[in-house]
């Protein structure tokens, strides 16, 4: 491709209306593909890199807005002009609203047309449309460990399906992210995405901001509300927290996911709602089933497919990666260059009880504390952890439980640093931070 060429991807059932652009565009000095209809762009998009698509409106397999959104889904931000022979100006509109680009009307003025393409590369030089895999590892700050990377490839099976998913995870590992890629790579991502705290709302108000309620229903309820499930009509309603609802919700909830029929509070009408329902606890459900505190019909519904989200201590190949990422995103106005080495062996070995999230929280303080160009030591807060509870893993292993690991091998090294070090295979270096983290008194070493 020669410097500057783009490549312009036309689909049109009409060979003719299809060959005249075609010449025009290449005229221009783009590499232009050609398409006779929906199915055949969608294979040239997977297989080739596009940089503007032109669409006739009607297609012979799809029309050229279910060509645009299927686009939208798979390659965010890829511009988009919708062509046709007879345009009205609601039909534009509602084209633009939907991601269009432009609108085009037939026969359309040749400069005119050269100019906006020309405006369209302007404003997007240096951008890359994402498929589906980028925007997974751009949306989730990256990851290249094997966990990570299973993850992507289940969440591009299971993203495009209508299967209800519950999400499984501690805490901070992505979970609500993830709930919102899953609707993006939907067939629903047209649709609201409608989030649900259940772990913060009170059991009390729950009912009613689900389900919504009628006039009068209760004390203070003075008009009607419309809850969030019928608000995710369309959409996805993604239920965090469902570990923590009332035993009557989870009766509810059960009842709305069997019969896709809902209810307002002191209502005697049912309401259908069509929505994808994702759920999400960093809860033993199944612990929870076993002890009576969970429905076990309710679980099973709501576990057609169970992802499990890694936490952050066992992918730590993706740590110096995410570290990377949210330095960069927080030194935007400082001249912080990278972490020091101590910092380095440091964030590896800290077994991150919050996960991604409390990475990226101490990065963003430790920049703001930062006084240099490095990040060193004493600008991470790095949170005091039970070093004494029994971890499996071999005694000489940082695997183990840490604290004695570092106390067994300095007193077979006869308290030489150096020498523990070597014995557990680590620099010296992160001997001393380990000395220094578990607050051991190296005074007394035998003599």
Not at 6 to 24: E, G, M, S, T, Y
Not at 106 to 120: A, F, K, M, N, T
Not at 192 to 221: Q, R
Request: aromatic residues 6%; negative net charge; contains cysteine.
């Amino acid at each position: 491709m020669i410097d500057g060429q783009k490549n312009v991807l036309i689909v049109d059932a009409d060979p003719v209306q299809r060959r005249a652009l075609a010449d025009l565009l290449a005229s221009d000095g783009h590499a232009v593909m050609l398409a006779s209809d929906g199915e055949e762009a969608l294979l040239k998009l997977e297989n080739g890199l596009v940089d503007l698509v032109f669409a006739e409106e009607i297609l012979s397999d799809m029309s050229g807005q279910e060509l645009l959104w299927e686009c939208i889904r798979r390659w965010q931000g890829l511009p988009f002009i919708m062509l046709t022979g007879s345009g009205t100006v609601p039909r534009a509109v509602a084209a633009i609203k939907d991601g269009a680009f432009d609108y085009l009307v037939r026969p359309v003025d040749r400069q005119e047309l050269l100019r906006g393409i020309s405006r369209i590369f302007a404003a997007s030089a240096g951008r890359t449309w994402a498929r589906s895999g980028n925007l997974l590892t751009e949306e989730l700050w990256g990851g290249k460990s094997p966990s990570m990377q299973r993850l992507y490839k289940l969440i591009e099976r299971v993203a495009p399906t209508e299967a209800t998913i519950l999400l499984l995870g501690e805490s901070g590992t992505g979970k609500e992210k993830i709930a919102g890629l899953l609707h993006r790579l939907s067939q629903r991502s047209r649709g609201p995405l409608v989030i649900v705290d259940c772990g913060s709302t009170p059991s009390t108000l729950l009912e009613s901001e689900l389900f919504g309620h009628a006039k009068g229903s209760f004390t203070n309820a003075f008009k009607d509300k419309k809850g969030l499930v019928a608000e995710a009509h369309g959409g996805t309603l993604f239920l965090d927290e469902i570990g923590n609802i009332s035993s009557e919700m989870q009766l509810r909830l059960l009842r709305f996911l069997q019969e896709r029929k809902i209810r307002r509070v002191g209502d005697l009408v049912e309401t259908a709602v069509n929505c994808r329902v994702i759920a999400a606890t960093n809860a033993d459900l199944a612990e929870l089933v076993r002890s009576g505190e969970f429905r076990e019909d309710l679980y099973y519904r709501l576990k057609v497919i169970t992802i499990q989200v890694p936490p952050l201590r066992e992918r730590k190949a993706d740590i110096p990666i995410l570290a990377d990422r949210f330095l960069r995103l927080f030194a935007e106005d400082k001249p912080l260059s990278r972490l020091d080495a101590e910092v380095d062996e440091a964030i590896l070995d800290y077994p991150w009880p919050g996960n991604v999230r409390e990475l990226r929280n101490m990065l963003e303080a430790a920049v703001i504390l930062s006084s240099g160009d490095i990040i060193r030591m004493e600008d991470m807060q790095f949170e005091d952890t039970d070093e004494d509870s029994p971890l499996p893993g071999n005694l000489l292993s940082l695997a183990g439980s840490e604290k004695q690991v570092v106390l067994n091998a300095l007193e077979r090294s006869s308290w030489v640093v150096k020498d523990a070090a070597d014995l557990l295979g680590v620099s010296r270096r992160t001997m001393h931070y380990k000395i220094k983290k578990f607050r051991i008194d190296t005074a007394k070493r035998s003599t």
